[in-house]
């Protein structure tokens, strides 16, 4: 494995890893820990930011506020995290253009890497100085997303096409239904986040009913309103439960859409003895998708279990550009 295919490698699992540990901070409220960026409170470490973290523990009276020493690492590992993360990318692009020859591929997908995870460390910074706004914490989650699925179509590029490419049959439809998937699939994951962002996850206890009823009642004014601060409306009244209801099921009412969607593709994938193994791969990780999802409502979002779902639906992400890649012909090579 040459060293470029190895760094590009090693980039997209420290990424996904990366989306889990971004969820762990944010479901366990560490997203103010350091309320100041790109230190704590200006200094490198919580460690060094002590005396600053006892005073604010000391003025929202104790430890189950926003800040804490605890909340301050989680918030900082994150952070050191993705610095990494960025100086990989940069080392991506740097070898991008340096092999370009030699891979005898465009360097501009490294390039375009580059200015988004460029773009996601200002929405990073953005998260914590406008105090966690549901669009800038779900754009933060997004840019993520985004990130990984490029790195994914960039490492799938230095595979052998007899690795990655399946012969298949009715390639045009195929390529539509893999398409059709993988906008679903992205589609539901904004939706996931905003249902994390405005922290909906918990407002309907109950599985299929939603507070008893097939259809509960739900306020849809407030509910997708971009510009407004966190837990509350535009005008900036409290956003009531019904307008964090309709947040929430309409989250569930995607995951039957893109179970439909990609239970066709499956079909379709199952049906061609070239793509059978594709065909597994979407069910399975669907299905844990699915599992986890309705697992985060009956048991009551446990910490372990919500953090796997985000990293369910980044694998989903995965998925669904593998196929997308592997039905796509050898007409990627040249892009």
Not at 71 to 96: D, P, S
Not at 234 to 248: F, K, P, R, W, Y
Not at 302 to 309: D, E, M, Q
Request: hydrophobic share 55%; aromatic share 8%; glycine share 8%.
């Amino acid at each position: 494995m040459s060293s470029y295919k190895r760094l590009v490698a090693f980039t997209t699992v420290l990424t996904f890893l990366l989306i889990m540990l971004g969820a762990f901070v944010r479901l366990t409220d560490a997203g103010l820990g350091c309320p100041d960026w790109p230190g704590c409170y200006g200094k490198l470490t919580p460690t060094h930011a002590a005396e600053e973290i006892a005073l604010a523990v000391q003025i929202q009276g104790g430890d189950h506020g926003p800040v804490s020493i605890p909340k301050a690492w989680k918030e900082m590992v994150h952070r050191y995290v993705a610095t990494f993360l960025g100086i990989l990318i940069i080392g991506i692009m740097v070898m991008a253009w340096k092999k370009r020859s030699e891979l005898k591929q465009s360097p501009a997908l490294a390039t375009w890497l580059f200015f988004a995870v460029c773009l996601q460390g200002a929405f990073g910074a953005w998260t914590v100085t406008l105090l966690l706004k549901p669009a800038i914490v779900t754009g933060h989650l997004i840019g993520g997303m985004t990130i990984l699925g490029m790195l994914t179509w960039l490492w799938l590029r230095q595979t052998s096409p007899a690795r990655t490419v399946a012969s298949v049959q009715n390639a045009s439809r195929l390529r539509l239904l893999a398409r059709v998937g993988l906008l679903a699939v992205i589609a539901q994951i904004i939706l996931g986040g905003w249902v994390s962002t405005n922290y909906a996850a918990v407002v309907c206890t109950d599985f299929p009913t939603c507070h008893g009823s097939m259809w509960p009642n739900m306020e849809f004014d407030h509910a997708f309103h971009i510009v407004r601060e966190l837990g509350e409306t535009a005008d900036g009244e409290i956003l009531n439960v019904a307008s964090l209801t309709a947040i929430h099921f309409i989250h569930r009412l995607g995951a039957l859409v893109v179970t439909a969607i990609l239970a066709f593709l499956v079909f379709a994938l199952w049906r061609n003895p070239g793509s059978k193994p594709l065909a597994v791969k979407v069910a399975a990780v669907l299905g844990l998708q699915i599992a986890m999802g309705i697992g985060n409502v009956v048991f009551q979002l446990p910490l372990w279990l919500a953090v796997a779902h985000n990293g369910g639906a980044a694998l989903l992400l995965v998925t669904l550009i593998l196929v997308n890649y592997r039905v796509a012909g050898n007409r990627h090579r040249i892009s």
